[in-house]
């Protein structure tokens, strides 16, 4: 991730998926912070996936 862009892309992305509140993703960390709906069940993979078709970025749930 280079640039304030590349965030908004995966925000984007991951704001398109049904039951995804919010998403923002700081470029500084490298690091994207999303919120569900209350009773929301989004699968880990499918967030991982989102991320990805956004652009050429890998991701990986945070420990």
């Known amino acids: 991730m280079h640039c304030t862009s ?6 984007d992305e991951l704001e398109d998926i ?3 509140r919010s998403s923002h993703t700081d470029v500084k960390t490298g690091r994207t912070t999303v919120r ?3 009773g929301a069940d ?3 993979a499918v967030l991982v996936a989102a991320v ?3 652009g050429d ?3 990986r749930p945070a420990d």
């Open 57 to 59: 970025y890998t991701a």
């Open 6 to 11: 590349c965030g908004l892309l995966i925000d």
């Open 42 to 44: 989004v699968a880990t």
């Open 18 to 20: 049904p039951g995804v």
């Open 36 to 38: 569900l709906d209350e």
């Open 52 to 54: 990805e078709q956004a």
